[in-house]
T-cell receptor, first 110, second 113 residues
Framework: RKEVEQDPGPFNVPEGATVAFNCTYS??????FFWYRQDCRKEPKLLMS???SGNEDGRFTAQLNRASQYISLLIRDSKLSDSATYLCVVNPGSQGNLIFGKGTKLSVKP | DVKVTQSSRYLVKRTGEKVFLECVQD?????MFWYRQDPGLGLRLIYFSYDVKMKEKGDIPEGYSVSREKKERFSLILESASTNQTSMYLC????????????FGSGTRLTVV
């Protein structure tokens, strides 16, 4: 099993749609989790941290299920500007550096 | 805001040249990292450093070296550039416990011809 696994997509959705991405991780001792957003030919930028059971920031909701070892990102009312690649990131804690998934590409169409 | 600054956005170098990529962060972070990113391969860790003068190999260190003489600066060196090192290079930094994730620089797109 890969350390961090994401569906690569692309997810093609119309404006206003709700879209959800899932991410699974293999290390049950992982301490904290993040979602990053990366625009084409730009650097990854932190979108949300996920520390406990989940959190919400406007149209974005991140959830964590430790028992099943997955994290999800829900985007409501999608905007054209949400088009990007979303990276799932796991912090294994004292065991090492952050582990990045390969990303899920989202394309929001008019 | 944490700032991570990479010296060049775009570089074109010839095969065999020695290439220096510089990265500076301004938030007194202990950890610094160099990644390369290629389509379909995601982020791949080249080297990292947890302290001044300290360096550790990542997943793909071959053909690269690094230098960390000061806490805020982490340099990536391509001793003899090759065409398969054409890529986007990303520097990142973080606090010791990585609790706030990494902050990335804006990247250097290197083309080796």
């Amino acid at each position: 099993r890969k350390e961090v696994e994401q569906d690569p997509g692309p997810f093609n959705v119309p404006e206003g749609a709700t879209v959800a991405f899932n991410c699974t991780y293999s290390n049950s001792a992982s301490q904290s989790f993040f979602w990053y957003r990366q625009d084409c030919r730009k650097e990854p930028k932190l979108l949300m941290s996920v520390y406990s059971s989940g959190n919400e920031d406007g149209r974005f909701t991140a959830q964590l299920n430790r028992a099943s070892q997955y994290i999800s990102l829900l985007i409501r009312d999608s905007k054209l500007s949400d088009s990007a690649t979303y990276l799932c990131v796991v912090n294994p804690g004292s065991q090492g550096n952050l582990i990045f998934g390969k990303g899920t590409k989202l394309s929001v169409k008019p | 805001d944490v700032k991570v600054t990479q010296s060049s956005r775009y570089l074109v170098k010839r095969t065999g040249e020695k290439v220096f990529l510089e990265c500076v962060q301004d938030m007194d972070h202990e950890n610094m990292f160099w990644y390369r990113q290629d389509p379909g391969l995601g982020l791949r860790l080249i080297y990292f450093s947890y302290d001044v003068k300290m360096k550790e190999k990542g997943d793909i260190p071959e053909g690269y070296s690094v230098s960390r003489e000061k806490k805020e600066r982490f340099s990536l060196i391509l001793e003899s550039a090759s065409t398969n090192q054409t890529s986007m290079y990303l520097c990142a930094s973080s606090s010791q416990d990585r609790i706030y994730g990494y902050t990335f620089g804006s990247g250097t797109r290197l083309t080796v011809v």
